[in-house]
């Protein structure tokens, strides 16, 4: 087995570690990797802004388990290995009239990272998040090598291992349910908003459209906090969208997304003229108009695809977290944190998540309410921060994201989340007896 010494991060760059780094490309080497490690965890493309899939001892990365296995051309149902990318399956299957369901924010990541962290899209409050259409997993355990299960086959490690962020087992691969697309390309509506009240009302105005996100100014105090730009799309097919001129225009736009000119000294600049600079560009297209623009569906779900964090200078992190529909003076209290606080934000998103699957053991982020992702860039002032905007979403009932997290206290997750996190631990505890599948998040998060 070979092993290489490495120094890993995210996409944040923070933390960094040095660690031992395996790359299996079987079933059986995996195994054999699992049982020489008294501890792991498994990590695909390395894309989570979180430090759930590092640990400073051994990782097994999932890269070279990347093949399709099989598809089923009548049903949609795709069953492929973990450390398969989605764009690949998008590039495969889009074409040939299937799509995934649930696209996150970057289609990079590995099917297995996607499951781990139950990742959701633009669509979660009309088709949900990922792990709702996967069928079946083949989970290699530490106490009983590899199990296959399902919601109705070993549902309790199926449950835990959907958003389970790795800790149940190495996912080898998986079967997901697909479904019918008419072509690869989005209607999108967007709308400017003066406020906060404004930019929540008009989410639950478009609440029926399939895809809905906004973009929220985390600067803008007064009167025009939570000032936006929403937007909402709908899949075409580009052959029957009106007008020879926006066909032109979508095929132009091909899978453009946002994207930093090479020139720019980024690393100089300060956050709060970069997001202002952002959101001025989003202000422009709501003056212009962009009703009825057509957009390849690549650069809807993934705009800022392209805009990696580390061209910023320093480290980054993410504060994401989902508060309850009526929660929304929970907003007002945080956006008039972060504007006291004087620091800036590079990127402020917001979304809709509809009804979400309960069971006992499953720790997955969802919950019916906003989800919002604000990133900063790391500093001592930033922590003390975090702090004050922990007590305010749980005060509100609210919960963070795993995949985002690298500060959250283990009193702050189990407010969070509940009974879930004991049942997790109960189910984990009994497929890893030993803790064998840990990370730098779960130590911190005292999940064992």
């Given at each position: 087995m070979s092993l290489s010494v490495q120094r890993l991060s995210n996409p944040g760059n923070y933390p960094f570690i040095d660690t031992e780094v395996v790359f299996?490309?079987?079933?059986?080497?995996?195994?054999?990797?699992v049982c020489a490690f008294d501890n792991c965890i498994a990590r695909g493309a390395g894309l989570s802004i979180s430090d759930g899939a590092l640990n400073d001892a051994h990782i097994v990365s999932t890269r070279n388990l990347n093949r399709f296995v099989s598809f089923d051309a009548a049903t949609g149902i795709l069953v492929a290995e973990a450390g398969v990318i989605l764009a690949d399956i998008a590039a495969a299957f889009v074409p040939r009239g299937w799509s995934l369901s649930t696209v996150p924010g970057t289609n990079q990541i590995t099917l297995g990272g996607a499951i781990a962290s139950d990742v959701h899209g633009k669509n979660h409050h009309t088709s949900g998040s990922f792990d709702?259409?996967?069928?079946?997993?083949?989970?290699?355990?530490?106490?009983?090598?590899?199990?296959?299960?399902?919601?109705?086959q070993e549902a309790e490690l199926f449950h835990a291992t959907c958003g389970g962020m790795g800790l149940t087992g190495l996912i080898l691969a998986g079967a997901v349910q697909l479904v019918r697309v008419c072509g690869a390309w989005i209607k999108e509506t967007g709308f400017k908003t003066r406020c906060l009240s404004q930019t929540l009302d008009l989410c639950a105005e478009l609440y029926s459209y399939p895809y809905?996100?906004?973009w929220i100014d985390p600067h803008a105090d007064g009167s025009s906090m939570g000032r936006g730009y929403v937007m909402c799309g709908e899949p075409v097919d580009a052959h029957a969208f009106e007008g020879a001129a926006s066909r032109s225009r979508a095929s132009k736009q091909g899978s453009k997304s946002f994207r930093v000119p090479a020139f720019v000294p980024v690393a100089t600049i300060d956050s709060r003229v970069?997001?202002?600079?952002?959101?001025?560009?989003?202000?422009l297209k709501g003056l212009r108009g962009s009703s009825g623009r057509?957009?390849?569906a690549e650069a809807f779900h993934s705009p800022i695809q392209?805009?990696?964090?580390?061209?910023?200078?320093?480290?980054?992190?993410?504060?994401q977290f989902t508060v309850p529909f009526l929660a929304h003076e929970a907003f007002r209290s945080i956006f008039r944190r972060i504007v006291d606080s004087g620091l800036g934000s590079l990127i402020s998103v917001l979304k809709l998540f509809g009804p979400q699957p309960q069971h006992p053991e499953n720790i997955s982020f969802p919950q019916r309410g906003y989800n919002l992702g604000i990133d900063f860039r790391v500093s001592r002032k930033m922590f003390t921060l975090f702090r004050e905007l922990d007590s305010i979403v749980l005060d509100y009932g609210g919960r963070h994201y795993l995949s985002k997290d690298v500060c959250l206290e283990p009193k702050s997750?189990?407010?969070?989340?509940?009974?879930?996190?004991e049942n997790f631990l109960a189910v984990k505890r009994k497929w890893d007896p030993d803790n064998r599948f840990r990370s730098l998040q779960s130590m911190r998060l005292q999940l064992y």
């Open positions: 299996p490309a079987s079933r059986i080497s995996a195994e054999d990797a709702r259409h996967v069928l079946w997993l083949d989970v290699l355990t530490a106490a009983q090598g590899i199990v296959r299960c399902s919601p109705t809905l996100v906004a970069l997001t202002q600079s952002i959101n001025m560009l989003y202000t057509l957009i390849c392209s805009l990696d964090l580390r061209l910023f200078g320093g480290s980054h992190v993410t504060y997750v189990r407010r969070g989340y509940g009974d879930k996190v």
